[in-house]
């Protein structure tokens, strides 16, 4: 997923995905956002053994990305 906002900067990109972690620390979660999404998706992808990840410049967006590997029997070679 893609988005074309103000970015991320560098010194968050390892934390965005913690529990509770905004970038905006002036946003109230009456604004908007608990902080608690992306800790949600990092964690169900690590479950199924897959990773995230975030590339993200400054003025010209983000990109967030995820892979899961495909299992034997989904791919159609069980065993």
Known sequence: MADTGVGIPRQDLDRIFKRF???????????????????????????????????????RGSVFSFTIPISKEAAGNPG
């Open 21 to 59: 972690y905004r970038v905006d620390k002036a946003r109230s979660r009456e604004i908007g956002g608990t902080g608690l999404g992306l800790s949600i998706v990092k964690h169900i992808v690590e479950a199924h053994g897959g990773k995230v990840a975030v590339e993200s410049d400054i003025n």
